[in-house]
């Protein structure tokens, strides 16, 4: 079936650094994919839906500038977690569908962040 | 109102036992409906879609109810391996390409 990489699956950094997320779907095009935060004990909140070739958007909420998506391929989207703070410390899930089967999303295995 | 609800857990049954979970979802032009596993620290897998007609994969059924807006699991014999945390989703706009909006997840440990 299809599938979705994403990487790092675990990354600890500084304070103030920035950390850039991959997601890419590995046998399909992709030309929508979402990703999702989750701290614990709590449901997957969608941060942004990343469109290829355009700009992201972003749900209510959720700081563009802080959270930088780029999807410059059909492939690939990353986000970039800027200026870090510890607050920022959670599971970040990425997501797509594949057109053809147009049902099942796929999910990425997920980065957990942990901002010191 | 959040958009999709799920029944508060945890939920906590022996082995064998019948688990029923419940969701409802506000938005009425809802599209698709799902229920996804998540295993502690693990991406979410699909478990099931859901239709109107109902539909059953061995010992997991599923029910959607479009009037009321109600989404509906059930596990028969569960099993020690059915321990997670059980996901409603629900896709709003199928020309988005697929956004999904998760319930806050059930979480069921199945004790022997």
């Known amino acids: 079936g299809a599938v979705v990489s994403q990487h790092p699956s675990r990354v600890i950094c500084k304070s103030g650094t920035s950390v850039k997320i991959e997601c890419r779907s590995l046998?399909?095009?992709?030309?929508?994919m979402f990703w999702y935060r989750q701290f614990p004990k709590q449901s997957l909140m969608l941060m942004a839906t990343s469109n290829e070739g355009s700009k992201a958007t972003y749900e209510q909420g959720v700081e563009k500038d802080k959270f930088l998506i780029n999807h410059a391929s059909l492939t690939l989207s990353t986000l970039t977690v800027t200026s870090a703070h510890p607050e920022d410390s959670s599971f970040y899930i990425c997501s797509a569908r594949d057109p053809r089967t147009a049902s099942e999303a796929f999910f990425g295995q997920g980065t957990r962040l942990t901002v010191v | 109102r959040k958009e999709v609800e799920q029944d508060p857990g945890p939920f906590n049954v022996p082995e064998g036992a019948t688990v029923a979970f419940n969701c409802t979802y506000s938005n009425s032009a809802s599209q698709s409906f799902f229920w996804y596993r998540q295993d502690c620290r693990k991406e979410p897998k699909l478990l099931m879609s859901v239709y109107s007609s109902g539909n059953e994969d061995g010992r997991f059924t599923a029910q959607l109810n479009r009037a009321s807006q109600y989404i509906s699991l059930l596990i028969r014999d569960s099993k020690l391996s059915d321990s997670a945390t059980y996901l409603c989703v629900v896709t709003l706009i199928y020309n988005q390409g697929g956004k999904l909006i998760f319930g806050q997840g059930t979480e069921l440990s199945v004790k022997p």
């Open positions: 046998d399909f095009q992709a030309t929508t």
